[in-house]
Structure formats: structure tokens, C-alpha cells
């Protein structure tokens, strides 16, 4: 019997000939076809990647928080990687999920930007701002392109902004599927499981984050990125933080490290440090 896959189905050559290649172009062997001559494969397993981007509603704008570091598997491998960038005049956009997809999404950004000004210049009859709506429509519909060409790019997004027409804060997610929705705060990676329980006590609808202050804002995120840095085994303690309000514009700060830490909790846990029997 012939185990070779490929000649799984066919009929005997002894009783109808020798089966023609030829016909569908196909490999005549297994190990031909796993050569990769004849088809090419997209990226299936990111290598070097980012971890959590966290965000949330106030009452006149947004913060969002991502950690300066990006992991080569397990190893903490580059850092000074910063995962928050600044779109136009009131947009931050966050990311998490591979280093070399967000690198190539920060090039279509930064055109995306450049075309917008061109078109738009202090000289121009009808100047329209890009606003966080126009960014993350964009970047919707390109994950969602990209997936549906079974080449996704393998990131999750977090736009984040004040609409400078209505003042309106805005906040929006968008992951490698193109699957995407509104919340007063949301998280990427690990956060989703660890940060965002600590946010949705601070505003759990869009009318609590209306009430919300931004220094409540500041500390909810400053205390989940202390979570973090303790959970989360890819995360990092230096971290960027961003500010975007409809008063004072984008306030970034790309140097903000995790304080009054304590690990006097690690004792009690088993398998931490040295055991008595």
C-alpha cells in the first residue's frame, strides 16, 4: 500500500497509468511541497511582541498607559520601546501584539498624517482635523482587510482622543480579527484580566466616567500598572503615560516609572523564596 498522502484517493497505476502532475501543477512528493517553492506563508506565531495598553474615560478626556518593552518570547528584551503614538492634535493610539506589525501601522500613521496636513494647511478653505472617529474607522477596516487576506496584522488597538468638535472624549478598541467596540475603559493582554476589574470600579458606564476627575483617572491607571508590573511576567516598570483633554490638548510623558511597590505579599505564597517543611 502507498502511504504517501498525496496518492491518498488516486487509483492504481496498474490499472489506469501513471497519474499526471502535470495536470494541477502539483508536488509529485511530500518533501517537495514542504520545501515552501511553491507557496508562500504569512506569519503564524509573533516572536518579539508588546504586552498590555490600558485606558480610560474622565470627564473632560482620556489617559492611556502602555509599559516601554518588548519581549523576544519570554526573554525582557528591548526596552525604550514606546507603544503610544500621537496622531494629529488629539488622537493617542496604542499598541500591543507584535513589535514589527506595530512598526509597519506607525508608517501608514505617520503618511496617513502627512496626506491630512498636506491637504489641510492653514491656507486651505475647509480645514478638517483628523479626529479620533476618522483614525480608528481607518485602522478598523485595515485590520479587518488584512484578515480577510488571511495576512492579519497581530495587534490589538486602542484609540484613544477628544473630538475637537464636540469635545466629546473618545475611546475605542480594534484587535487582529477587526473585531471592535466602545467602553469607558478598556485594556489589551494581560490588562483585560487584571486592569480592567480596578477601572470598571471607577467608572463601569459612560455616565460615571463623566463624573469622573482626572486625577482619579491618573491614579486607576498608575494603580493597574502596578498590578501589572506584579502579574504580569512580560510587563515592564518604566512605562509612557498619556493625557488627552479637550482643555490643554495631549500631555505625554514617556518616562514614568511604577512606585511604592512592596512584594512583602510573595511570602505567603507558596513556592516563593526558600520553604520550611
Known amino acids: 500500500m502507498n502511504h504517501d498522502p498525496y496518492s491518498w484517493g488516486r487509483p492504481s497505476d496498474a490499472m489506469y497509468g ?13 518533501e517537495h511541497h514542504s520545501s515552501g517553492s511553491n507557496f508562500n506563508e504569512n506569519t503564524t506565531r509573533p516572536i518579539v511582541t508588546g504586552t498590555s495598553v490600558i ?7 482620556v489617559v492611556i498607559a502602555a509599559d516601554n518593552l518588548a519581549s523576544y518570547g519570554s526573554l525582557l528584551r528591548f526596552q525604550g520601546i514606546e507603544r503610544l503614538h500621537k496622531v494629529g492634535k488629539t488622537t493617542v493610539v496604542g499598541i500591543s501584539g507584535d ?12 503618511q496617513l498624517e502627512m496626506e491630512n496636513n498636506y491637504d489641510n494647511d492653514e491656507y486651505s478653505d475647509n480645514v478638517d482635523e ?25 495587534n490589538a ?88 483633554d479637550k482643555d490643554t490638548g495631549i500631555a505625554y510623558d514617556n518616562n514614568v516609572d511604577v512606585e511604592d511597590m512592596s512584594w512583602k505579599f510573595a511570602k505567603d505564597i507558596t513556592g516563593y523564596g526558600t520553604q520550611r517543611v
Open 157 to 244: 488597538l486602542i484609540v484613544s482622543g477628544v473630538d475637537s468638535k464636540t469635545g466629546k472624549p473618545f475611546l475605542e478598541y480594534v484587535n487582529l480579527l477587526g473585531v471592535k467596540y466602545a467602553s469607558p475603559s478598556i485594556a489589551t493582554g494581560f490588562g483585560s484580566h487584571l486592569a480592567i476589574p480596578l477601572l470598571r470600579k471607577l467608572a463601569d458606564s459612560e455616565e460615571e466616567a463623566a463624573e469622573l476627575t482626572l486625577e482619579q483617572a491618573k491614579k486607576g491607571i498608575k494603580d493597574s500598572m502596578k498590578v501589572l508590573f506584579y502579574r504580569d511576567t512580560r510587563s515592564s516598570k518604566n512605562y509612557s503615560l498619556a493625557v488627552i
Open 99 to 110: 513589535v514589527s506589525d506595530m512598526q509597519h501601522l506607525l508608517t501608514i500613521l505617520d
Open 130 to 154: 483628523l479626529q479620533p472617529s476618522y483614525i480608528f474607522e481607518y485602522l478598523a477596516n485595515l485590520m479587518y482587510h488584512r484578515r480577510s487576506k488571511m495576512n492579519p496584522l497581530w
Open 55 to 61: 485606558a480610560i474615560k474622565y470627564k473632560t478626556g
Open 18 to 30: 501513471q497519474y499526471n502532475n502535470a495536470i494541477a501543477n502539483a508536488p509529485n512528493t511530500l
